[in-house]
């Protein structure tokens, strides 16, 4: 039976790529005035839905329908959305640095009179809408000078400008400070108050709790469940079990932990602040260890710091270093430049590949050296037989699937693409290896290889730390795991103690730090 109060009902939506199946059959129904929060794990289909509805994702490539103010949509781009009031604020803002808060407000939608744009009415509007979203700025200012906590709200009064009636904020206070999520948070229950409709996609169950009046979790591309939820009593316990309910398989090599080996890497009192974000803190006082022949897992949901924690240990790469030190076999060590990181024999196999990871326009042989060209060179040029003897040792020994190691490194399958830039990261022989989403973007079998080489390494007497989005992968390569909640290590766990819900428990409570 139809929901008199709905604003929006989404009726079996399935979108599929090639070779996956994104959206299976969702369902959820959204009543007008509320705060609607959807959860699940990452890649469960949470901002494909939000694509689908907001007409990035346009009608005729997905199948189910939607229906907004009872009459059905068929939206075929993000325009058409926003014509009848549905807007999406993306992640990653979509706002243009070089132009001005009020250009940027108006920007497709500008305020003309005679031909021209009326700056005065356009500087009063902003004015207007800027005051609405407690934002205390000049509207010539440029975008580029403001915060992220102040660059999202000028997002939001470009939305009001619209004449929003339903505003979808994906992961709103990811890349926010504490004092900027708590105003955002104010700021929905505020337009809550003035009758607008917002879907908040979110991980934080303590925000969920604060702010919403119904709970949809999306697994695995299904609607698990939609509940009622009643101010401040969200049932964690029941989203949890709803976002982790499925059942591991036997994808994982076998192993056999261990965690008694000779402490190599230890850290303490790690303090790391955003590089862009004065007084935003991605890594708070974190300790821990990892040992040899140790396979270390870090699990974190997305915005808790994991990568953060990582590049920052990885000669000091990210952020601003607060506090905190590095012991490596015992010896206190300052890792100021990827250079000294190598140097003493730590690696970082990055999240990104292709952004962070592989030079495309170079060839196998070329990247895998890249990481080490000291071993390489002969009188100070490089030695063509040498690089093409390790190039080929690695190609060898990982499997890697290709013609000839000349061939450019953007020719190869994703799964391939990963184990040359193990390769690259091998050559130095590292004692820590930090592998960031080993097998984000690569199939079922490329991921078996890369979970035995994973295997492999801590044999051979490596500490391994793996960082991953996906709990059954954590769970199955791991000895021993690490949570991390709003940059804090919210928990330590040997995987014989750890089950898919008691890791999402301490990845989203905080809980102080473990060492």
Not at 230 to 248: F, H, K, P, T, Y
Not at 289 to 311: C, P, Q, S
Request: one cysteine or more; a negative charge; aromatic letters at 4%.
């Amino acid at each position: 039976m139809r929901d008199p109060h709905a604003i929006l009902e989404m009726r079996t939506i399935t979108k599929l790529f090639p070779g996956v199946r994104a959206l299976d059959d969702v369902t959820m129904t959204v009543r007008r005035g509320d705060i609607h929060a959807i959860c699940g794990e990452n890649g469960a289909g949470k901002s494909t839905l939000m694509k689908v509805l907001s007409g990035v994702y346009p009608h005729g490539t997905y199948s189910g329908s939607i229906l907004f103010e009872s009459e059905e949509m068929a939206f075929k781009d993000i325009k058409s959305s926003e014509s009848v009031g549905i807007v999406i604020i993306h992640q990653e803002l979509a706002l243009i640095p070089e132009l001005s808060v009020e250009d940027n407000i108006f920007l497709g939608n500008e305020i003309v009179a005679k031909g021209l744009i009326d700056r005065r009415t356009l500087r009063r509007r902003s004015l207007d809408l800027l005051a609405r979203v407690g934002l205390d700025v000049d509207p010539g200012t440029q975008i580029k000078t403001l915060g992220v906590g102040q660059q999202q709200l000028v997002e939001i009064a470009k939305a009001l400008a619209k004449n929003v009636k339903i505003l979808i904020l994906d992961e709103p206070t990811s890349a926010l400070n504490e004092d900027d999520s708590a105003n955002l948070l104010t700021l929905m229950k505020g337009l809550k108050a003035k009758g607008i409709t917002s879907i908040m996609i979110s991980h934080k169950l303590n925000e969920i709790a604060e702010v919403s009046d119904a709970v949809t979790v999306i697994r695995d591309g299904r609607t698990v469940e939609t509940y009622d939820v009643e101010a401040g009593q969200v049932d964690e316990d029941r989203i949890i079990r709803a976002m982790v309910g499925r059942s591991l398989d036997n994808r994982y090599p076998d192993h056999e932990p261990n965690t008694g080996g000779e402490v190599i890497l230890e850290v303490q009192g790690w303090t790391v602040e955003h590089p862009t974000v004065p007084g935003k803190l991605v890594c708070k006082d974190e300790s821990f260890v990892a040992r040899r022949g140790e396979i270390v897992g870090f699990a974190g949901l997305m915005g808790a710091g994991r990568t953060e924690l990582a590049r920052s240990l990885f000669g000091r790469s990210y952020g601003v270093h607060k506090s905190g030190q590095i012991f490596l076999h015992g010896a206190p060590v300052e890792l100021k430049t990827v250079r000294e990181a190598i140097r003493h024999r730590l690696a970082y196999v990055s999240e990104d590949r292709k952004l962070l990871g592989l030079n495309l326009l170079d060839s196998i042989k070329d990247t895998i050296v890249s990481a080490n060209l000291r071993a390489v060179v002969r009188r100070g040029l490089i030695d063509d037989a040498m690089e093409r003897t390790v190039a080929e040792r690695y190609r060898k020994s990982l499997r890697i699937k290709t013609p000839g190691i000349d061939v450019g490194v953007a020719t190869l399958s994703g799964g391939n693409q990963q184990k040359v830039v193990l390769a690259k990261w091998l050559f130095p022989e590292p004692d820590v290896l930090i592998l960031d989403e080993p097998t984000r973007g690569i199939d079922v079998g490329a991921k078996f290889e890369i979970y035995r080489l994973i295997q492999d390494l801590a044999d051979q007497g490596k500490a391994v730390i793996v960082i991953s989005s996906e709990l059954p992968e954590v769970l199955g390569i791991c000895d021993r795991i690490y949570t991390i909640c709003e940059g804090r290590i919210s928990g330590e766990v040997p995987r014989s103690e750890a089950d898919q819900e008691t890791l999402m428990r301490m990845m989203t409570t905080t809980v102080g730090s473990a060492a």
